[in-house]
């Protein structure tokens, strides 16, 4: 998942701080303030300070460079705690002994029991997912949380438009299945999902499911910037602001849109987020096409 972080004050967004390498003892400042601690001890997070150590369990082969990681909660019975939209930090330490962290959206049932699962693309250098792909079942891992990034509410918007591209779709297909599976939620959610080629695309089986099983609630529609086979059904090429402006709900609907990408991805539809802390200026084609920043969060 790429960082979320906020960009005003709304009763709907939760901020949490994280950077390339935070210090301890501002991120749990932190993340104690975006979370409420609640005294469960059927739910493995509650929000607050605590680190727990959580064993792999298995590693399962996504794509060329992404993997699934399944991480066993500290009970059989334990459900993740988490809420609707919402992640988790990771921490590693350094030789020099400072703390690296990161944020992960889990992609499994928020219900599940007794495990947690993770899609996660390697990253060259990146020292938290060169970590993650050289661990092997039963090495643990450091998780804090949950972390709030948007407080959805079923039924605020008619409509909700997720553009995302490679990575950035785990806190949107988080979104998607379970406003989809909602019976009580009527909101219309389109997928708009980038990715370099058809092998590429992260859970399209899942997503394909999802489509299949509510037709009139998601609609997704994928695209590639090459299609080596010349087979693919789909866009070949880039998410645009023509293509918004004839296919996605427009500024005047009662709508929100929600970008999660690389950077660029975030340059061409949103802009990038300002630092760690602010959303930064709407740029890109939603602000040509009289979004408002109201109506636009980048996680």
Not at 287 to 294: A, I
Request: proline share 6%; charged share 25%.
């Amino acid at each position: 998942m790429f960082i979320a972080r906020y960009a005003r004050q709304s009763p709907k967004i939760v901020p949490y701080a994280v950077g390339a390498i935070a210090i301890g003892v501002g991120v749990a400042f932190l993340s104690s303030k975006a979370s409420t601690v609640i005294n469960d001890s059927s739910k493995a997070f509650n929000g607050g300070w605590k680190w727990i150590d959580l064993e792999l369990e298995k590693v399962v082969d996504e794509s060329h460079d992404s993997k699934r990681f399944f991480f066993k909660l500290p009970t059989d019975d334990s459900a993740s705690g988490l809420k609707l939209a919402s992640a988790l930090l990771t921490r590693i330490k350094t030789r020099f002994g400072f703390p690296i962290i990161r944020p992960y959206t889990p992609i499994n049932d928020m219900e599940d029991k007794g495990y947690i699962e993770f899609l996660i693309k390697h990253y060259e250098g990146g020292k938290m997912t060169d970590h993650l792909f050289n661990m092997k079942p039963k090495d643990t891992l450091s998780f804090q949380g949950p972390i709030a990034t948007w407080e959805w509410k079923a039924n605020s918007y008619d409509s909700l438009t997720l553009i995302g591209g490679g990575a950035g779709i785990t806190p949107l297909y988080q979104l998607i299945r379970n406003i989809a599976k909602n019976p009580e939620d009527k909101t219309k959610i389109n997928l708009y999902y980038g990715n370099k080629t058809p092998n590429d695309i992260l859970l399209k089986k899942e997503l394909d499911e999802i489509q299949r099983r509510y037709p009139d609630k998601v609609k997704v529609t994928y695209f590639v910037d090459n299609d080596p086979t010349g087979k693919f059904e789909g866009n070949v090429g880039y998410i645009t602001k023509d293509f918004l402006a004839e296919n996605a709900p427009g500024p005047t609907e009662n709508t929100i849109v929600f970008v999660c990408g690389p950077p660029p991805l975030m340059d061409s539809i949103s802009g990038q987020k300002r630092n760690i802390f602010m959303q930064g200026p709407l740029n890109g084609a939603l602000k040509e096409l009289g979004y408002s920043s109201d109506q636009v969060f980048k996680f």
